[in-house]
């Protein structure tokens, strides 16, 4: 599983604090403060009813929480039987991972034992079953215990088969050799309709824009069904090399993702059932730099929605997110100002082609420092500590090195920016750490500052999902409701419809 720019968080970090795997804390537990879990309840047991503990079976869906150290890591688990033998995998939301293997898994209820086996070290979990059905136990893993807690997942009702009251298309379009594949909604009726092109965040994500580290949430195909539902047709597409769309996303950079969403663009402006004076383009995170070059040069571009799009150039993007996650981990003044400078230093690098040893030596020394406040049986565990460090430094200095991020760190969105003049909607969460409201919202005004028609909206206690948020971590994501908060679509649609009715 790709996980390289998931969000920003992995490049944004990746000269940040280092995580060597579960070498600091179990299960590469992210650093943060404790949070509220607001999940909907679907998978939270009912009151106790007193179960007969034999009567409960294992195999199933399961979904929970590890809590260790004041801190909560929800968790997703499948078991299932193959034979006599039981099989599971387990997901970490938050960590983006999914389907790692479960082994020596035994049931003799009400007893339940099972363990997780990926390097660095084994992740323990003995549990019984509870007087409600729900598993519940001791959590172990490098010397941390915890405890965990898992619900059955009830299974879902079939879901009614709606009548759509619009058409659904699946679409492709080209860029050069790459084939982007897609979904196009569009209303009901002979049209010409409006439009919008949906473009998706940073890292390999779907048409729908999911991210693993938020099950069940879709953000992409949620806009586009209410949108489509008020007569403004919607493309959304899989990211190249994602889905059914060809290419490879690992190598592509900023232009390359540009170039694509210019395709689909003008895909739209072809379509008979398409007003082509009326197509826009819809950019969230990394994709509304992406929308930025797009509208940038292209003239013709109807209207322009930023859903936390970034302000400020790249590498002031990345500085300012870092600042803001140590802070909330609990980093030091002086901590922060050490990963700033070496963040500096691994720019001038990527610029100049030149200071490499002093960046690895920086990244060495970062992985080394961690190391040491661990117990001697804690290392123990890792292995060979050096090689894991040597791996972990040529895996971020390769990260460095890549177009992606050199393009980033250089891009200002306020160049393509000033020769945009058609209407504007920029979006924040006021609680979003990846890109910061206030810093990125100001960088985006004044470079619109020439354009009249600029509504810039903060939604207080948004996330970078739009969730409605608490802390705004991301290791919070995966713990709140997959869904908006609330008047943010309708923020979206009413300044779309008025938009395109006064064009």
């Not at 894991?388 to 160049?415: H, M, N, S």
Request: overall charge negative; glycine content about 8%.
């Amino acid at each position: 599983m790709r996980l390289r720019r998931l969000m920003w968080i992995t490049v944004a970090t990746m000269l940040a604090t280092v995580m060597l795997a579960a070498c600091t804390l179990p299960v590469t537990l992210p650093i943060a403060p404790p949070v509220t879990d607001t999940t909907d309840t679907e998978s939270v047991p009912a009151p106790a009813v007193d179960v007969d503990a034999t009567a409960v079976t294992l195999p199933g869906d399961w979904d929970g929480r590890i809590s260790i150290l004041g801190q909560e890591l929800r968790i997703i688990v499948h078991f299932s039987e193959d034979g006599d033998a039981l099989t599971g995998t387990i997901d970490i939301p938050q960590q983006g991972a999914v389907g790692i293997p479960l082994e020596n898994i035994a049931f003799d209820a009400p007893a339940i034992h099972f363990e997780m086996l990926p390097a660095p070290s084994t992740a323990v979990f003995d549990g019984t079953v509870q007087a409600d059905g729900s598993l519940a136990g001791s959590f172990s893993q490098s010397g941390y215990e915890g405890t965990f807690s898992l619900a059955r997942i009830a299974a879902e009702p079939a879901a009614a088969t709606e009548d759509l009251p619009y058409r659904v298309e699946d679409v492709t379009f080209a860029n050069g050799d790459v084939t982007l594949a897609g979904t196009l909604t569009l209303p009901e009726g002979d049209g010409p309709f409006p439009s919008v092109l949906l473009v998706s965040g940073s890292g390999p994500q779907n048409r729908d824009e999911e991210i693993a580290i938020v099950p069940g949430y879709r953000p992409f195909a949620v806009i586009a069904d209410t949108l489509t539902r008020q007569d403004v047709a919607v493309l959304r597409y899989d990211d190249r090399g994602v889905g059914e769309s060809t290419g490879d996303f690992a190598t592509a950079a900023l232009s390359d993702f540009a170039a694509d969403a210019e395709a689909g663009w003008a895909y739209l402006t072809q379509r008979d059932e398409i007003d082509a004076a009326q197509v826009g383009i819809f950019g969230h995170s990394e994709g509304g730099q992406v929308a930025a070059v797009v509208a940038g040069r292209n003239p013709d571009v109807a209207f322009v929605v930023l859903m936390a799009g970034p302000g400020e150039r790249g590498d002031k993007v990345l500085n300012d997110q870092i600042r803001l996650l140590m802070k909330a981990g609990g980093a030091t003044d002086e901590e922060i100002a050490k990963t700033l400078e070496l963040q500096e230093l691994g720019y001038a690098a990527v610029r100049t082609d030149t200071g490499w040893d002093e960046v690895e030596a920086g990244l060495r020394k970062e992985s080394e420092d961690s190391l040491s406040a661990l117990t001697a049986a804690q290392k123990a565990q890792l292995g060979d500590i050096e090689a894991r460090i040597d791996a972990i430094v040529a895996q971020k200095l390769a990260a460095l090195k890549t177009d992606w991020f050199r393009q980033f760190i250089d891009y200002d969105p306020a160049v393509d920016l000033a020769s945009v003049d058609v209407p504007v909607l920029a979006l924040y969460g006021g609680r979003d750490m990846q890109v910061p409201a206030e810093s990125n919202a100001a960088a985006l005004a004044a470079a619109l500052a020439h354009n009249p028609n600029v509504t810039v909206q903060i939604f207080p206690t948004a996330n970078h999902l739009f969730q409605d948020a608490n802390s705004g971590m991301p290791d919070e994501y995966a713990l709140l409701a997959p869904e908006f908060l609330p008047g943010f679509l309708d923020t979206i649609s009413e300044w779309l419809i008025t938009v395109v009715q006064t064009r």
